[in-house]
């Protein structure tokens, strides 16, 4: 259909959006039925993925692989510019199957953590938290990402919220995400305002022009303020340690499937924003060579690698001992990208996309246990491999993911990200990676024991395996990772694109 | 004729992954027809115009060539579909699927790591051994085996990330994945993958896994264990590093020590071990002194010393399904009811000897022939350790093995006879032993050397007077020391005793590094987070804010302490300037 051919990149945003709210009126009209509420999520969670495939299909075909869609039709710098290329058809395309698969999984985890009355609320939220990721990814615009960021943070915080039914804590955990997310978000506002005083223009591409051609700017303070304020504030939203205090908490207590989404979204978005920031706006150039930003960022992504890794290996509750791992699997994103050379980022991107896939099917299994058990301590796990084949199973592929090993998605992710340490000559990160595959090893070892080699204490709980919709989920997240760790060539060649395509933009 | 051929590892790989799938009398017919098929598959592919046979792989952007055949790896291709097919054979009674699936996948692998021409594709296959194999080692069941098992991992994790980095520094300098062939020792990638190999082959210090793990495994586990995943490392030193004569010392060393600990260890499977390492030294030695000859020598004796090992192992096997233990102390006398199997053992322990007409005879002559007649340095020394080294396995493997298992002291054991399946593999060993040792230049028809372009020419005969008079003196004047000593009551008695070797290195001294120096590094890293990450906003929080913070581990940060530390970053960035 022209139509939607014509307005792919708003239209991605624009379904989930509406769809949201129309979830709300269904509920309204037709009471709050499980299956309505869910189907109806389902639908337009897999739509907004099916449009994200037609968005990506149409970059790859694009000569210059972007593509550029002015809304209102109003052009370039005035209006509202949504760009994709092939780093955010990348990211979209983590957040969009995410949010398919994570939306199929809520059907049998969701209503046993949340009263039947607030399904409805609970699934439009949902969708706006989609629609708040999708667009802060697809557009070229500065303050349209500050509104869309403040869409996909307040949803956040409530789906976070939501856990309170299974475990009070939750409401705690979302407090205190609010609060530093406002701090997070009112620092990017302000980044964004000096920008806008400076250059007298929101549009990512106009701004970067407008930097470039003030008198001297690299010795000019005000781009220095703004540039410490977004860096802090993005620190904040990608929970790039030492700024990572609201995660494993709020990861722990909110419902399984916003774990699963949030986790393997929500940071990543960060992520993409701040090197968008940047590689487009600051331009590699003055965020590397001139500020000294590379040396802070690889030191933060460095100790983020080490230092929750090593907590997690003596966390007791697994959701929030994954937690803890994937803030270090954010120090590898961060590293591969202030790396700043192709191997690197290359890693990072990809790593994007694995660890999306490799993180999001554990914490879907983990949400299976929670599903049968009621909780998930690691005593808890002790011979679950007899009784929870599948989902154990699912969790271990995963694991071994996370250390990076051979013919998982983890190892394609290691192996770009080593290569960028050596060819940048930054030995000591070297050491930090493998270390981090180690800790790995230790954390998810521990388990793999409990789960497989040790026998089920006396009165441990008789449990079946998670129903289908739960396994369906996990595993086709898990064979994703699987698959990609095999056949890397879609995965690093779209890596590839996008690494040379933000290394020329910066230039 | 391109695709007539299937890649060697695909039929023990995907083989094994049916296997779990099948009854038990199935399963026996896929143990032998997987591994014999692969062998016919191999043999085709020798058969093969050269240029006709490649297959490559995408991966991970990189194109892989996972085949390269040549005389080398297709002798260590035979050879592993032979010990697979004796392995399979002699597992035959063995009901524990997961034993036999990992069994047949970690052949399938050791198959892959050989044919693996890049060292990207080595390294994928080095992970699957290691990873399929330690399931061998955890089937002997029980907290020893299962500890062992860790210990074992941990080695070969080891080695899978330095062969890891070295590689990616290969890729790093020259922008391609580097093909797997001889390597200078003049780079920090050569020396990363050199250590790699030298862990899996059993370097000194690293040899520990090897006694660690092996008797802890189950009798067909152990069979397993002892063919593959040393003797994939030494076919990696043969092709990599031939010639480097850092090996000589070291293989030197690996001949040496061993004798000493096998002398005096009660457990006749740990015994073996040792013995293994004594025989890798050997090789080690062969390929460090690289000559044509040497070489030939090195990989002959590999594949002489997985037949006869294995036959060792097997016997042993038996001996520890039927009786429940390997130890000197438990066992004697039990001929009378384990003929066949004793009948078998000495075939082994006459081919690890080099009696003449036994494989050992016409394998490792060739190594300590190359020693001593190398011309650009005087191996002399090197003759009397490996002449040493004969008489030392003599010793302890070709007369203490049979001798207390069988002999010695009637304990007055009258187990059963060796299952048949294990007695049809032990006898295919023994065919296999004398085969070689009667026939030899048959057998080195396939030796690989003259294709590795080293120094030297291959012309070697093993039965000449000489040889065989000074080979009968060694063997006489030894087996009289031992059995003399033994007359004299001075031979170390067989005692139950735990010996201490390098693993204290790892076992004590690691962790007391870890107790006194790692640990509290770990323990203290949600400390770092608290205190010292935590201790200026916790001040500031004192100072100048409300409320006292809690300080204690896993309390969640106060909110204060956060926006204080937050305010510290920035001011971080903001002072970027003044370093700039």
């Keep these: ?507 | 004729m391109d695709s007539y051929w299937m890649h060697p590892a695909l039929p023990l790989l995907i083989g094994s992954l049916i296997l779990p799938f099948l009854s038990q009398r199935l399963r026996q017919v896929a143990l032998v027809v997987l591994p014999a098929f692969g062998l016919l598959n191999v043999i085709g592919l020798a058969s093969t115009e050269a240029a006709d046979i490649t297959r490559h792989m995408d991966f991970a952007g990189y194109v892989l060539d996972v085949l390269r055949v040549d005389k080398l790896s297709l002798l260590f291709g035979y050879l592993f579909h032979i010990a697979a097919l004796i392995g399979g054979i002699y597992s035959f009674h063995v009901k524990d699927r997961m034993q036999h699936f990992t069994g047949i996948a970690y052949a399938g692998a050791a198959v892959g790591a050989i044919f693996a021409g890049d060292l990207l594709t080595l390294f994928l296959f080095w992970e699957l051994l290691a990873v399929t194999s330690v399931f061998l080692v955890w089937a002997g069941k029980g907290v020893e085996a299962r500890k062992a098992g860790g210990r074992y991992l941990l080695a070969h994790i080891s080695s899978g990330l330095l062969l890891l980095i070295g590689t990616v520094m290969m890729v790093s300098d020259t922008g391609e994945l580097p093909t797997f062939g001889h390597m200078e020792l003049d780079s920090a990638a050569s020396w990363m993958i050199f250590l790699a190999f030298g862990i899996k082959i059993g370097f000194p210090i690293f040899h520990t896994w090897i006694v660690d793990a092996y008797p802890a495994s189950t009798a067909s586990g152990t069979l397993f264990l002892s063919a593959f995943t040393t003797k994939t490392a030494v076919y990696c030193m043969a092709r990599g590093f031939a010639g480097e004569d850092m090996l000589i010392y070291i293989g030197a060393v690996m001949c040496l020590f061993p004798i000493f600990f096998a002398v005096i260890e009660n457990d006749l499977r740990r015994v073996l071990s040792y013995s293994m390492i004594n025989q890798i030294g050997f090789m080690v030695v062969g390929i460090g002194i690289g000559t044509t000859l040497s070489v030939n020598g090195a990989v002959a004796h590999a594949f002489a010393d997985v037949i006869f090992k294995g036959l060792l192992f097997m016997s042993m096997g038996a001996v520890y399904l039927r009786v429940g233990s390997t130890k000197g102390t438990d066992l004697g006398g039990l001929y009378k009811s384990m003929p066949w199997t004793t009948g078998f053992c000495l075939v082994g322990a006459a081919s690890i000897s080099a009696v003449p007409l036994f494989s050992g005879f016409v394998t490792k002559s060739m190594i300590m022939f190359a020693a001593a007649t190398y011309q650009p340095m005087d191996l002399t020394w090197l003759w009397f350790i490996l002449l040493f080294a004969s008489a030392g396995v003599l010793e302890h493997a070709g007369i203490k093995i049979p001798y207390f298992a069988f002999f010695a002291h009637d304990s007055g054991k009258r187990p059963k006879e060796a299952p048949l399946g294990m007695r049809v593999a032990m006898g295919i060993s023994s065919v296999l032993c004398i085969l070689i040792g009667c026939f030899p230049q048959t057998f080195y028809q396939l030796l690989p050397g003259d294709e590795l372009g080293l120094a030297g020419e291959f012309k070697y005969s093993p039965y000449t007077l000489t040889h065989i008079v000074t080979q009968m003196q060694l063997l006489f004047f030894a087996a009289a020391a031992v059995f003399g000593m033994m007359l004299l009551k001075k031979y170390p008695a067989e005692v139950p005793s735990v010996n201490v070797d390098a693993d204290v290195l790892w076992r004590k001294l690691l962790p007391g590094i870890w107790k006194k120096a790692i640990g509290p590094v770990f323990l203290a890293s949600s400390a770092v987070e608290e205190r010292l990450l935590g201790w200026v906003p916790a001040q500031a929080v004192r100072t100048f804010g409300h409320g006292l913070p809690r300080l204690a581990i896993f309390k969640e940060w106060p909110q204060g302490s956060i926006v204080v530390l937050i305010t510290v970053m920035l001011s971080a960035y903001l002072g970027l300037q003044l370093f700039s």
């Excluded at chain 1, 943070?153 to 609010?178: C, E, F, P, Q, V």
């Excluded at chain 1, 609060?179 to 806008?196: E, K, N, P, Q, R």
């Design chain 1, 1 to 507: 259909m022209p139509f939607i051919d014509n307005n792919l990149p708003v239209l991605l945003v624009i379904v989930p959006l509406l769809g949201g709210l129309l979830s709300v009126v269904l509920g309204t009209i037709f009471g709050s039925k499980r299956d309505l509420a869910w189907g109806w999520a389902l639908l337009v969670s897999w739509a907004t993925f099916a449009l994200v495939i037609e968005t990506l299909l149409d970059v790859v075909a694009s000569p210059h692989g972007s593509v550029v869609y002015n809304l209102g039709s109003w052009p370039g710098p005035w209006g509202i510019e949504y760009v994709v290329d092939y780093l955010n058809a990348f990211v979209l395309l983590v957040v969009a199957g995410i949010g398919a698969a994570t939306t199929l999984y809520a059907r049998h985890s969701i209503p046993s953590e949340i009263p039947g009355d607030r399904l409805h609320v609970f699934y439009a939220v949902w969708l706006l938290a989609i629609a708040g990721l999708l667009g802060i990814t697809v557009t070229g615009d500065t303050f349209n990402v500050y509104v869309l960021l403040e869409i996909s943070s307040l949803t956040s915080y409530a789906l976070i919220a939501m856990g309170k039914h299974r475990d009070r804590r939750a409401l705690l955990a979302a407090l205190r995400y609010l609060i530093i997310g406002s701090i997070g978000a009112s620092f990017i506002l302000l980044g964004i305002g000096y920008l806008l005083m400076l250059t007298g223009t929101l549009n990512m591409a106009d701004m970067h022009a407008g930097l470039v051609a003030l008198d001297n700017y690299k010795e000019n303070r005000t781009v220095l303020v703004a540039f410490a304020f977004l860096l802090t504030g993005l620190s904040m939203k990608m929970a790039l340690f030492p700024l990572h205090m609201w995660l494993p908490g709020a990861y722990t207590h909110a419902p399984s499937a916003v774990t699963a989404f949030l986790a393997s979204t929500a940071t990543k978005v960060g992520v993409y924003m701040a090197f968008r920031f940047m590689f487009t706006i600051f331009g590699h150039e003055y965020s590397f060579d001139v500020l000294p930003g590379q040396k802070v960022l690889l030191i933060c992504a460095a100790s983020a690698v080490i230092i929750p890794n090593m907590t997690a290996i003596r966390q007791t509750d697994v959701k929030r001992l994954l937690a803890f791992s994937s803030l270090g699997q954010i120090g590898y994103m961060v590293m591969g990208f202030a790396l700043a050379n192709e191997a690197g980022m290359t890693g990072a991107i990809v790593h994007l996309f694995n660890h999306a896939a490799m993180k999001g099917g554990m914490f879907m299994a983990v949400g299976a246990v929670i599903y049968r058990i009621g909780r998930a301590h690691t005593a808890d796990f002790t011979g679950l491999g007899k009784r929870m084949p599948w989902t154990m199973a699912a969790f271990s592929v995963g694991g071994f993911g996370l250390v990076g090993f051979p013919l998982t998605a983890g190892f394609i992710s290691k192996w770009y990200l080593l290569q960028g340490c050596v060819q940048a000559g930054y030995w000591p990160l070297v050491i930090v990676v493998l270390m981090g595959s180690l800790l790995a090893v230790m954390y998810f070892w521990k388990l793999f024991e409990q789960i497989w080699f040790t026998d089920a204490p006396e009165g441990a709980p008789e449990v079946s395996e998670a129903p289908p919709t739960m396994l369906i989920a996990t595993w086709s997240l898990i064979l994703t990772s699987i698959y990609f760790g095999v056949h890397a060539s879609f995965t690093v060649g779209m890596a590839g694109k996008a690494a040379s395509f933000l290394l020329e933009a910066g230039q």
